[in-house]
Protein backbone atom coordinates (compact mmCIF):
# COMPACT_ATOMS: atom_id res chain seq x y z
CA UNK A 1 0.00 0.00 0.00
CA UNK A 2 1.19 3.57 -0.99
CA UNK A 3 1.03 5.89 1.39
CA UNK A 4 1.59 9.45 1.18
CA UNK A 5 3.40 11.45 4.55
CA UNK A 6 3.55 15.28 4.49
CA UNK A 7 6.65 16.27 6.10
CA UNK A 8 7.97 13.46 6.13
CA UNK A 9 11.82 14.87 6.89
CA UNK A 10 11.00 16.62 9.56
CA UNK A 11 11.70 15.29 13.37
CA UNK A 12 8.21 13.09 13.17
CA UNK A 13 7.72 12.49 10.28
CA UNK A 14 10.83 10.78 9.12
CA UNK A 15 10.42 8.31 12.51
CA UNK A 16 7.22 7.56 10.74
CA UNK A 17 8.31 7.23 7.84
CA UNK A 18 10.63 4.35 9.13
CA UNK A 19 8.04 2.23 11.44
CA UNK A 20 6.08 2.38 8.41
CA UNK A 21 8.35 1.27 5.68
CA UNK A 22 9.45 -1.57 8.34
CA UNK A 23 5.65 -2.30 7.86
CA UNK A 24 5.93 -3.24 4.26
CA UNK A 25 4.32 -0.05 3.52
CA UNK A 26 5.63 1.59 0.51
CA UNK A 27 6.10 5.70 1.09
CA UNK A 28 5.49 8.68 -0.59
CA UNK A 29 7.05 11.88 1.13
CA UNK A 30 6.70 15.68 0.39
CA UNK A 31 8.87 18.10 2.33
CA UNK A 32 9.24 21.96 1.36
CA UNK A 33 12.64 21.64 3.55
CA UNK A 34 11.72 25.00 5.43
CA UNK A 35 13.02 23.10 8.66
CA UNK A 36 14.30 20.00 7.52
CA UNK A 37 16.92 18.66 5.09
CA UNK A 38 16.99 16.33 2.44
CA UNK A 39 20.32 14.26 4.18
CA UNK A 40 17.49 12.85 6.59
CA UNK A 41 16.55 10.91 3.58
CA UNK A 42 20.13 8.91 3.75
CA UNK A 43 19.66 8.37 7.36
CA UNK A 44 16.09 6.48 6.92
CA UNK A 45 17.18 4.70 3.89
CA UNK A 46 20.44 4.02 6.59
CA UNK A 47 17.85 2.28 9.38
CA UNK A 48 14.97 0.93 6.92
CA UNK A 49 17.46 -0.54 4.37
CA UNK A 50 14.94 1.43 1.61
CA UNK A 51 14.61 4.83 0.32
CA UNK A 52 11.45 6.42 -0.01
CA UNK A 53 10.69 8.45 -2.80
CA UNK A 54 10.80 11.69 -1.89
CA UNK A 55 9.46 15.15 -3.83
CA UNK A 56 10.46 18.65 -3.17
CA UNK A 57 6.74 20.21 -2.90
CA UNK A 58 5.37 23.21 -1.09
CA UNK A 59 1.83 22.16 -0.26
CA UNK A 60 0.91 25.72 -0.19
CA UNK A 61 0.90 25.06 -4.31
CA UNK A 62 -2.41 24.53 -4.79
CA UNK A 63 -1.59 23.18 -8.66
CA UNK A 64 1.06 21.38 -7.09
CA UNK A 65 -0.84 19.34 -4.89
CA UNK A 66 -3.18 18.83 -7.60
CA UNK A 67 -0.42 17.58 -9.78
CA UNK A 68 1.41 15.18 -7.53
CA UNK A 69 -2.56 13.43 -6.85
CA UNK A 70 -2.90 12.96 -10.76
CA UNK A 71 0.64 11.32 -10.72
CA UNK A 72 0.50 9.34 -7.40
CA UNK A 73 -3.40 8.19 -8.00
CA UNK A 74 -2.88 4.91 -6.10
CA UNK A 75 -2.29 6.75 -3.16
CA UNK A 76 -4.24 4.14 -0.07
CA UNK A 77 -4.14 7.07 2.96
CA UNK A 78 -2.51 10.23 4.41
CA UNK A 79 -0.60 11.29 7.61
CA UNK A 80 -0.42 14.62 7.66
CA UNK A 81 2.72 16.22 9.37
CA UNK A 82 3.71 19.32 7.12
CA UNK A 83 2.68 22.57 9.53
CA UNK A 84 4.54 25.37 11.59
CA UNK A 85 4.50 24.62 14.74
CA UNK A 86 6.33 26.78 17.15
CA UNK A 87 3.98 29.09 19.40
CA UNK A 88 6.07 31.90 20.23
CA UNK A 89 6.70 32.12 16.43
CA UNK A 90 2.78 31.75 15.60
CA UNK A 91 2.16 34.79 18.18
CA UNK A 92 5.00 37.21 16.28
CA UNK A 93 3.65 35.81 12.36
CA UNK A 94 0.23 34.33 12.64
CA UNK A 95 -0.48 34.93 9.16
CA UNK A 96 2.00 32.48 8.25
CA UNK A 97 0.47 29.82 10.34
CA UNK A 98 -2.69 30.22 9.02
CA UNK A 99 -1.25 30.12 5.46
CA UNK A 100 0.91 27.20 6.19
CA UNK A 101 -1.35 24.97 8.34
CA UNK A 102 -5.15 25.24 6.95
CA UNK A 103 -4.50 25.95 3.23
CA UNK A 104 -2.34 23.05 2.54
CA UNK A 105 -5.07 21.08 4.76
CA UNK A 106 -7.84 22.11 2.73
CA UNK A 107 -6.03 21.27 -0.66
CA UNK A 108 -5.29 18.20 0.71
CA UNK A 109 -8.73 16.93 1.48
CA UNK A 110 -10.15 18.72 -1.41
CA UNK A 111 -7.84 15.75 -3.99
CA UNK A 112 -8.44 12.73 -1.31
CA UNK A 113 -12.87 14.05 -1.91
CA UNK A 114 -12.04 12.88 -5.13
CA UNK A 115 -11.43 9.44 -4.15
CA UNK A 116 -14.20 6.60 -3.52
CA UNK A 117 -12.26 6.15 -0.04
CA UNK A 118 -9.23 7.87 1.51
CA UNK A 119 -7.78 7.79 4.91
CA UNK A 120 -6.26 10.77 6.47
CA UNK A 121 -4.24 10.50 9.72
CA UNK A 122 -3.91 14.15 11.33
CA UNK A 123 -1.02 15.81 13.27
CA UNK A 124 -3.08 17.51 16.27
CA UNK A 125 -1.48 18.63 19.32
CA UNK A 126 -2.66 18.79 22.92
CA UNK A 127 -2.54 22.81 22.70
CA UNK A 128 -6.30 22.51 21.39
CA UNK A 129 -7.15 21.87 25.24
CA UNK A 130 -5.34 25.27 25.86
CA UNK A 131 -5.06 24.86 29.95
CA UNK A 132 -7.04 22.31 31.07
CA UNK A 133 -9.38 22.43 34.12
CA UNK A 134 -7.88 18.63 35.16
CA UNK A 135 -5.01 16.46 35.30
CA UNK A 136 -4.70 14.07 33.25
CA UNK A 137 -6.07 15.32 30.46
CA UNK A 138 -8.71 12.95 28.75
CA UNK A 139 -10.30 13.38 24.74
CA UNK A 140 -13.63 14.22 25.81
CA UNK A 141 -11.80 17.85 27.87
CA UNK A 142 -13.20 20.66 26.31
CA UNK A 143 -11.57 22.36 23.26
CA UNK A 144 -10.54 25.40 25.04
CA UNK A 145 -10.02 29.07 23.31
CA UNK A 146 -6.67 29.00 21.95
CA UNK A 147 -4.05 30.71 23.63
CA UNK A 148 -1.67 31.16 20.48
CA UNK A 149 -2.36 31.12 16.18
CA UNK A 150 -0.44 27.66 16.32
CA UNK A 151 -2.87 26.33 18.70
CA UNK A 152 -6.11 27.92 17.10
CA UNK A 153 -4.89 26.16 13.64
CA UNK A 154 -4.87 23.00 15.13
CA UNK A 155 -8.77 23.52 16.43
CA UNK A 156 -9.25 24.86 12.97
CA UNK A 157 -7.29 21.93 11.39
CA UNK A 158 -10.04 19.54 13.52
CA UNK A 159 -12.99 21.15 12.83
CA UNK A 160 -12.31 21.11 9.39
CA UNK A 161 -11.42 17.60 9.34
CA UNK A 162 -14.65 16.72 11.26
CA UNK A 163 -16.87 18.46 8.51
CA UNK A 164 -15.36 17.51 5.47
CA UNK A 165 -16.00 13.60 7.22
CA UNK A 166 -19.33 13.94 6.74
CA UNK A 167 -20.01 14.70 3.19
CA UNK A 168 -16.91 13.21 1.87
CA UNK A 169 -15.54 9.52 1.76
CA UNK A 170 -12.42 10.29 4.09
CA UNK A 171 -11.91 8.47 7.02
CA UNK A 172 -9.63 10.19 9.93
CA UNK A 173 -8.07 10.21 13.07
CA UNK A 174 -6.97 13.29 14.88
CA UNK A 175 -3.67 12.51 17.14
CA UNK A 176 -3.14 14.81 19.64
CA UNK A 177 0.34 14.94 20.51
CA UNK A 178 1.79 15.90 23.78
CA UNK A 179 5.68 16.31 24.15
CA UNK A 180 7.75 14.44 21.74
CA UNK A 181 11.38 13.95 22.02
CA UNK A 182 14.45 12.03 21.80
CA UNK A 183 15.59 10.29 18.30
CA UNK A 184 15.96 6.68 16.48
CA UNK A 185 18.09 4.59 18.96
CA UNK A 186 20.54 4.01 15.93
CA UNK A 187 21.18 8.11 16.05
CA UNK A 188 20.45 7.99 12.31
CA UNK A 189 18.19 10.49 12.59
CA UNK A 190 16.56 12.93 15.23
CA UNK A 191 15.49 15.86 16.18
CA UNK A 192 17.35 18.65 13.90
CA UNK A 193 15.74 22.49 14.62
CA UNK A 194 16.66 25.09 12.37
CA UNK A 195 18.64 27.76 13.97
CA UNK A 196 17.19 28.61 17.73
CA UNK A 197 15.15 25.85 18.76
CA UNK A 198 11.92 26.49 19.80
CA UNK A 199 11.63 23.59 21.41
CA UNK A 200 13.03 22.43 25.11
CA UNK A 201 14.85 19.20 25.07
CA UNK A 202 17.36 20.03 21.35
CA UNK A 203 18.11 23.60 23.35
CA UNK A 204 19.06 21.06 26.52
CA UNK A 205 21.20 19.24 23.75
CA UNK A 206 22.69 21.89 22.50
CA UNK A 207 23.54 23.42 25.54
CA UNK A 208 24.47 20.44 26.99
CA UNK A 209 27.23 20.32 24.55
CA UNK A 210 28.28 23.78 24.07
CA UNK A 211 26.55 25.40 20.62
CA UNK A 212 24.05 27.48 23.45
CA UNK A 213 25.92 29.77 26.15
CA UNK A 214 22.75 28.60 28.72
CA UNK A 215 19.41 27.58 28.86
CA UNK A 216 16.32 29.98 29.41
CA UNK A 217 13.82 28.46 31.61
CA UNK A 218 10.52 30.44 31.23
CA UNK A 219 8.93 31.43 35.02
CA UNK A 220 9.22 29.55 37.96
CA UNK A 221 6.69 31.22 39.56
CA UNK A 222 4.38 28.30 37.96
CA UNK A 223 1.36 26.52 40.88
CA UNK A 224 3.45 23.52 40.20
CA UNK A 225 5.20 21.64 42.50
CA UNK A 226 8.65 23.02 41.35
CA UNK A 227 6.79 26.18 40.02
CA UNK A 228 8.33 25.26 36.37
CA UNK A 229 5.80 24.27 33.45
CA UNK A 230 4.42 20.86 33.67
CA UNK A 231 4.50 18.65 29.95
CA UNK A 232 4.37 14.92 28.73
CA UNK A 233 7.57 14.32 27.13
CA UNK A 234 6.93 11.14 24.70
CA UNK A 235 9.09 9.24 22.87
CA UNK A 236 9.25 9.96 19.08
CA UNK A 237 9.58 6.35 18.36
CA UNK A 238 7.02 5.53 20.77
CA UNK A 239 4.81 8.58 18.84
CA UNK A 240 5.60 7.31 15.32
CA UNK A 241 4.41 3.56 16.10
CA UNK A 242 1.25 5.05 16.92
CA UNK A 243 0.71 6.57 13.65
CA UNK A 244 1.11 2.95 11.99
CA UNK A 245 -1.09 1.48 14.36
CA UNK A 246 -3.67 4.28 13.81
CA UNK A 247 -3.58 3.82 10.40
CA UNK A 248 -3.30 0.23 9.92
CA UNK A 249 -6.97 1.13 12.03
CA UNK A 250 -8.54 3.08 9.41
CA UNK A 251 -7.45 0.78 6.36
CA UNK A 252 -8.33 -2.25 7.80
CA UNK A 253 -12.49 -0.55 8.67
CA UNK A 254 -12.04 -0.83 12.13
CA UNK A 255 -12.63 2.70 13.05
CA UNK A 256 -16.08 3.04 14.75
CA UNK A 257 -16.59 6.56 13.35
CA UNK A 258 -15.54 8.71 10.33
CA UNK A 259 -13.54 10.91 12.98
CA UNK A 260 -11.74 8.83 15.80
CA UNK A 261 -9.49 11.31 18.85
CA UNK A 262 -6.81 10.05 20.53
CA UNK A 263 -4.18 11.70 22.93
CA UNK A 264 -0.98 10.64 22.37
CA UNK A 265 1.66 10.85 25.50
CA UNK A 266 3.11 8.66 28.17
CA UNK A 267 0.49 9.61 30.86
CA UNK A 268 2.78 11.23 33.23
CA UNK A 269 3.66 15.21 33.68
CA UNK A 270 7.26 16.37 34.31
CA UNK A 271 8.51 19.61 35.24
CA UNK A 272 11.16 21.74 33.35
CA UNK A 273 13.14 21.66 36.19
CA UNK A 274 12.70 17.78 36.36
CA UNK A 275 13.70 17.07 32.69
CA UNK A 276 16.87 19.36 33.34
CA UNK A 277 17.78 16.75 36.25
CA UNK A 278 17.04 13.61 34.24
CA UNK A 279 19.03 15.29 31.32
CA UNK A 280 21.95 15.96 33.43
CA UNK A 281 22.33 12.18 34.88
CA UNK A 282 21.87 10.73 31.77
CA UNK A 283 24.68 12.75 30.25
CA UNK A 284 26.95 13.01 33.56
CA UNK A 285 26.57 16.70 32.35
CA UNK A 286 26.16 20.13 34.23
CA UNK A 287 23.46 22.31 32.90
CA UNK A 288 24.05 26.13 32.41
CA UNK A 289 20.74 27.21 32.97
CA UNK A 290 18.50 30.71 34.04
CA UNK A 291 15.42 31.10 35.53
CA UNK A 292 13.81 33.92 33.33
CA UNK A 293 9.87 35.69 32.88
CA UNK A 294 7.10 33.26 31.28
CA UNK A 295 6.41 32.86 27.66
CA UNK A 296 3.58 34.27 25.89
CA UNK A 297 1.29 31.63 25.06
CA UNK A 298 2.28 28.80 27.38
CA UNK A 299 0.37 27.01 29.83
CA UNK A 300 0.88 25.94 33.59
CA UNK A 301 0.64 22.21 33.24
CA UNK A 302 -0.59 19.32 30.43
CA UNK A 303 -0.20 15.99 30.54
CA UNK A 304 -2.28 12.87 28.94
CA UNK A 305 -4.97 10.45 30.35
CA UNK A 306 -3.95 7.70 27.40
CA UNK A 307 -6.44 5.26 28.33
CA UNK A 308 -8.41 5.75 24.89
CA UNK A 309 -5.00 4.97 22.95
CA UNK A 310 -3.82 2.05 25.28
CA UNK A 311 -7.31 0.26 25.03
CA UNK A 312 -8.74 1.26 21.55
CA UNK A 313 -5.59 0.94 19.55
CA UNK A 314 -3.66 -1.31 21.69
CA UNK A 315 -0.52 1.37 22.00
CA UNK A 316 1.14 2.58 24.99
CA UNK A 317 4.44 4.31 25.40
CA UNK A 318 7.23 2.09 26.05
CA UNK A 319 10.46 4.68 26.65
CA UNK A 320 10.90 6.51 30.06
CA UNK A 321 11.86 10.06 30.07
CA UNK A 322 15.47 9.05 30.58
CA UNK A 323 15.47 7.05 27.99
CA UNK A 324 14.02 9.86 25.68
CA UNK A 325 17.05 12.14 26.48
CA UNK A 326 19.61 9.51 26.35
CA UNK A 327 18.52 9.31 22.78
CA UNK A 328 18.70 13.20 22.17
CA UNK A 329 22.10 13.29 24.21
CA UNK A 330 23.39 10.30 21.93
CA UNK A 331 21.75 12.38 18.56
CA UNK A 332 23.60 15.58 19.69
CA UNK A 333 26.99 14.31 19.99
CA UNK A 334 26.84 12.66 16.80
CA UNK A 335 25.64 15.41 14.71
CA UNK A 336 28.33 17.94 16.60
CA UNK A 337 31.03 15.22 16.04
Not at 46 to 58: A, G, L, R, W
Not at 261 to 268: A, K, V
Amino acid sequence: MKILVTGGLGFIGSHTVVELQSEGFEVVIIDNLSNSSEDVLQGIENISKKKPFFEKMDLREKSAVQAFFEKHNDINGVIHFAASKAVGESVENPLLYYENNITTLVYLLQELQKKDEASFIFSSSCTVYGQAEKMPITEDAPVQVAMSPYGNTKQIGEEIINEVAKVSKIKSILLRYFNPIGSHPSAEIGELPIGVPQNLVPFITQTGIGLREKLSVYGNDYPTPDGTAVRDYIHVVDLAKAHVVALKRLLENKNLDRVETFNLGTGTGSSVLEVITAFEKVSNTKLNYQIVGRREGDITSAYANTDKANTVLGWKAQSTLEESLASAWKWEQKIRA
